[in-house]
């Protein structure tokens, strides 16, 4: 990377914490047809979009009933994370929110504080610097404890941003490397590296709130730390398949998907779908598709991807195989549990401790630097940052 840690802030000396309990912060979904509109009012509210154009959304709900997927990932996470902290002996019981479903934020602060627990350390279910992916999940707990009464006697400390966390990378590595070998199977004994196209995939933000990704004194180029966050993890995906006995090498790019909001408004591109296009038009006989982006097999992943942008691959004629998310697998679990006990050990946010990271960008800051990852539609207090 040209851009790497040197430009990056200096982290400030923090207070000594230790940790009573971790909570789980997720985005939410719906769990039944009638859940679909009020969830979709919660993830828009203040911005008064009509509910004709949340029923477009509506739709990829409605598909599986007015289920999604998410909520019962992360049950299972939950479990997997609690499961992983007795394994080690700590004594930290795994609370969980989300912020536009039940079980709400609050409905988790609540529960924690009435069973005596202070000094909260959150794991959110989002990897990568952005507002949606990483402020407004601090601001929406800040909101929380506002609700509950709770600012002055809970404490809400959060992990660092995991994306080059070994963790969370190393799944992708492994599934990259099944996914290309059966893409190749598909295309034929003929097929060669040469004939497919890895895609990693990511949730498309407006350009402006991805300039404002990361610290606001850190120059990471032009679609911020979120974009060269993404295309750091990338590379390190793409180095590891090419090294080792089973060495492949294949082109690849960082594509975006699931975009909303205005078509006069300017959003991260290319699509995946029309980046798939572009590749058939190319010769390009296959692609895998890898959800860089996301942490598990939620509605982004089962529809945008598996809907949508397999049906765009096979009409155009291409080998298409989609990579697991993290979601529950073991080196993910055991990735997360890391970064929480990286934090309870110590009692200290950038402490003394191996923090483990696969780029030149990371570790990632422990506590958010002031104004990092800004909203330009405004700013709210939040938890987890400096001022
Ligand atoms: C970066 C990012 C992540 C990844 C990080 C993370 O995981 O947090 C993410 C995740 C998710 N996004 C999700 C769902 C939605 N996102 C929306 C809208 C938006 N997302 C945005 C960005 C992101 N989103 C943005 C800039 C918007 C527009 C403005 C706004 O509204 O903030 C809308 C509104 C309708 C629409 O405009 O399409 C919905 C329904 C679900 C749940 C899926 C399920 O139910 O399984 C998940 C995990
Ligand atoms: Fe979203």
């Known amino acids: 990377m040209s851009q790497g840690a040197a430009s990056l802030p200096a982290r400030d000396p923090q207070p000594r914490t230790r940790y009573?309990?971790?909570?789980?912060?997720?985005f939410g979904g719906p769990e039944g047809q009638d859940d679909v509109l009020p969830f979709l009012r919660n993830v828009t509210r203040g911005r008064g979009i009509p509910?004709?154009?949340?029923?477009?959304v509506a739709h990829h709900y409605r598909h599986f009933g007015g289920v999604s997927p998410i909520n019962d990932q992360n049950r299972a996470l939950r479990a997997a994370l609690t499961a992983e902290l007795d394994r080690r002996g700590l004594d930290l019981p795994v609370y969980w929110g989300n912020r536009n479903w039940d079980p709400y934020l609050s409905d988790a602060l609540r529960a924690a504080h009435a069973a005596g627990h202070r000094r909260l350390l959150a794991v959110v279910t989002s990897a990568y610097s952005s507002y949606s992916s990483c402020r407004q999940y601090r601001e929406d707990l800040a909101a929380a404890l506002e609700e509950t009464g709770l600012t002055a006697e809970v404490q809400v400390d959060k992990v660092r941003q995991y994306f080059d966390h070994p963790g969370f990378v190393g799944p992708f590595?492994?599934?990259?490397?099944?996914?290309?070998?059966t893409v190749l199977d598909e295309i034929g004994p003929d097929a060669g590296p040469g004939d497919v196209h890895v895609l990693f995939s990511t949730h498309s933000i407006p350009t402006v709130t991805a300039?404002?990704?990361?610290?606001?004194?850190?120059?990471?180029?032009?679609?911020?730390?979120?974009?060269?966050?993404?295309?750091?993890?990338?590379?390190?995906?793409?180095?590891?398949?090419?090294?080792?006995?089973?060495?492949?090498?294949?082109?690849?790019?960082?594509?975006?998907?699931?975009?909303?909001?205005?078509?006069?408004?300017?959003?991260?591109?290319?699509d995946v779908n029309d980046a798939i296009g572009e590749l058939a038009s190319r010769g390009v006989r296959g692609v895998v598709i890898v959800p860089l982006g996301f942490v598990s097999d939620h509605m982004e992943v089962v529809w945008d991807?598996?809907?949508?942008?397999?049906?765009?691959?096979?009409?155009?004629?291409?080998?298409?195989?989609?990579?697991?998310?993290?979601?529950?697998?073991?080196?993910?679990?055991?990735?997360?549990?890391?970064?929480?006990?990286?934090?309870h050990t110590t009692g200290e946010p950038d402490g003394p401790v191996d923090r483990p990271a696969l780029t030149p960008l990371g570790p990632w800051y422990d506590v958010c630097r002031a104004g990092c990852c800004a909203n330009p539609r405004g700013e709210r207090p939040a938890v987890a940052g400096l001022a």
């Open 20 to 26: 009573d309990a971790v909570l789980l912060v997720s």
């Open 51 to 56: 509910d004709e154009r949340l029923e477009e």
């Open 173 to 181: 590595v492994s599934g990259t490397r099944d996914a290309i070998r």
């Open 211 to 270: 300039v404002a990704s990361g610290p606001p004194t850190a120059d990471l180029g032009p679609d911020g730390a979120y974009g060269a966050q993404h295309r750091a993890v990338a590379e390190v995906v793409m180095a590891a398949l090419a090294s080792g006995t089973d060495a492949i090498e294949v082109d690849w790019s960082l594509v975006f998907q699931s975009r909303s909001g205005s078509p006069h408004t300017p959003w991260l591109e290319p």
């Open 305 to 343: 991807l598996d809907e949508e942008a397999t049906a765009t691959a096979r009409d155009a004629g291409l080998a298409v195989s989609r990579v697991p998310t993290p979601g529950v697998d073991p080196t993910f679990v055991t990735g997360l549990v890391d970064l929480v006990e990286e934090r």
